[in-house]
């Protein structure tokens, strides 16, 4: 069975960090995608960064470039991400999805990410 585990959220104040952590285990593939997404309070959910297992190919959205910073561990079959200089508005729960070959598609149960002062 497939496990998605996010950990690292909390309580920061603007310009501060936090390092969030997803652990999975059970998928035996080492070719997939992990992505981090983010969902505000009465907002959709919104893609902020994603590395393939094998190329290192990563993406960020927009808003975050130069703050946020994916990262990958194999042998841990771990992924970071780290963010720097934070902001209210990049409050919200954060789910880390893996995907693989169109089929397999996993969401962890999310981390809270509070940013205020």
């Known amino acids: 069975q497939v496990h998605v585990v996010e950990s690292g959220g909390g309580l920061v104040q603007p310009g501060g960090s936090l390092t969030l952590s997803c652990v999975v285990s059970?998928?035996?593939?080492?070719?997939?995608?992990i992505g981090w997404f983010r969902q505000a309070p009465g907002k959709e959910r919104e893609g902020v960064s994603c590395?393939?297992?094998?190329?290192?190919?990563?993406n960020y959205r927009d808003s975050v470039k130069g703050r946020f910073t994916i990262s990958r561990d194999n042998a841990k079959n771990t992924v970071n991400l780290q963010m720097n200089s934070l902001k209210p508005e990049d409050t919200a729960v954060y789910y880390c999805?893996?995907?693989?070959?169109?089929?397999?598609?996993?969401w962890g149960q999310g981390t809270q990410v509070t940013v205020s002062s």
């Open positions: 999805n893996l995907v693989a070959g169109g089929v397999y598609d996993y």
């Open positions: 590395i393939h297992s094998t190329d290192g190919t990563l």
């Open positions: 059970g998928f035996t593939s080492d070719d997939y995608e």
